[in-house]
């Protein structure tokens, strides 16, 4: 089985084609510089591979996204003069498998062509590196389960990836109550039987939300709960699940018990939930003081303004300075649309999706997995 291979650009791509001419499994079918064609030549091909020249094309995101949307046996590699962190996460968020610099370099060009190959031939997709999103507050009815849920589920929408949403407010079942789920695993069950957890099982067990990458872990609701869960069961679940998943976003209860502050401690982004009323910022004051003194990096931990009010006695301005960092992202006040979302047991974004808080996730979950992404 032979990859077509067809190249895309203004120039003459010699180094190119040298590497490609050495690799056997891909076949060079033709170079262009006629976009509109490509899509003509797709729709003869079955497993296909093209080389985008991101300069040329005036990095036409919407052309990568459309193409890899359409026809899903295609792998994109674009490659471009000027390379940035911007540039790369904008490219492999349109659905392209790697961004290579010009000059070409063996190693990169090698890396992107073995990922192609491992999707392509051996069925293998690679999992970018596992990201932990914890969504904390020490009050509760702040947005946590809200903020949570519908973050996880526009990740998954956004990156295509395996997203899991944990509730690690064992006790209360939030997360089973906001989907309507009727979990049939538990995740008790599961921080007692960490030796039997791998990749396979977490990925075909775990409750999808329709048919996104979202897999959702929480206990039924009217199981009992475990009450003295170690943060070494909570370690063992992160590592376990890191190995099945791209990201996981964490539910906590209200305070600062140890299971949350483990998952803190452990998280590579913290999005501390508050509203803009004195007495809830200055709590969110105090907990980004003791969390400074715990976490390696206090950058990790952001700031999200729940329930915001444009016209709001409290400005941002006013909160930032409070709290001597800039606000993470903001979602609105939107009793309406959140209301009836936890009356059907929905995310935001199934009841609308144009309303201002559907947005708000998007944008946050945007935000986020630009954030993690620059992350070593
Ligand atoms: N942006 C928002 N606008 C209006 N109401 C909201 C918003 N976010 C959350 N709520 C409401 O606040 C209540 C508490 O939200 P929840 O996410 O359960 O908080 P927590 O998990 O912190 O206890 C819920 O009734 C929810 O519908
Ligand atoms: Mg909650």
Not at 152 to 173: P, R
Not at 317 to 344: C, H, R, W
């Amino acid at each position: 089985m032979v990859i077509s291979t067809i190249i895309l650009s203004d120039s003459e791509e010699k180094v190119l084609t040298n590497y490609l001419e050495q690799q056997e499994e891909f076949k060079l079918l033709a170079q262009t510089d006629d976009s509109d064609k490509i899509y003509d030549a797709l729709n003869e091909l079955s497993k296909a591979l093209l080389f985008v020249n991101l300069d040329y094309m005036e990095e036409d995101f919407h052309f990568i996204s459309s193409l890899t949307d359409r026809y899903k046996d295609l792998r994109i590699i674009a490659f471009t003069k000027t390379p940035s962190v911007d540039l790369m996460i904008k490219t492999l968020r349109a659905g392209a498998s790697a961004l290579l610099s010009l000059p070409f370099l063996r190693s990169e060009f090698d890396a992107a062509i073995e990922k192609v190959k491992n999707e392509l031939l051996h069925n293998k997709k690679e999992k970018s590196k596992c990201r932990i999103i914890t969504v904390f507050s020490n009050k509760g009815g702040i947005g946590k389960t809200s903020i949570a849920s519908n973050l996880a589920l526009e990740l998954a929408k956004i990156t295509k990836e395996d997203v899991a949403l944990v509730d690690l407010n064992f006790q209360l079942g939030d997360v089973t109550t906001f989907w309507d789920l009727k979990p049939t695993f538990d995740l008790t069950y599961m921080v007692n039987n960490l030796d039997k957890l791998n990749k396979d099982f977490l990925l075909n067990t775990l409750e999808r939300y329709k048919n996104t990458s979202l897999h959702i872990l929480a206990d039924p609701p009217y199981f009992k709960g475990a009450d003295n869960i170690s943060s070494s069961q909570i370690l063992g679940l992160f590592e376990a699940l890191k190995s099945a998943f791209s990201y996981v976003v964490i539910d906590t209860s209200a305070g600062f018990d140890d299971k949350t502050m483990t998952a803190v401690k452990n998280s590579d982004l913290t999005l501390l939930v508050t509203v803009a009323n004195l007495p809830a910022l200055r709590n969110s004051q105090r907990c980004l003081e003791l969390f400074a003194s715990q976490v390696k990096n206090k950058d990790n931990i952001q700031v999200v303004v729940n329930r915001y009010m444009e016209n709001d006695e409290i400005t941002s301005e006013d909160i930032e300075k409070l709290l001597g960092q800039s606000i993470f992202e903001k979602v609105p006040n939107n009793y309406f649309t959140m209301m009836s979302a936890i009356n059907k047991g929905m995310p935001v974004s199934d009841i609308n999706k144009d309303s201002n808080v559907a947005k708000a996730y998007k944008q946050l979950a945007l935000r986020v997995s630009d954030f993690v992404y620059r992350l070593k």
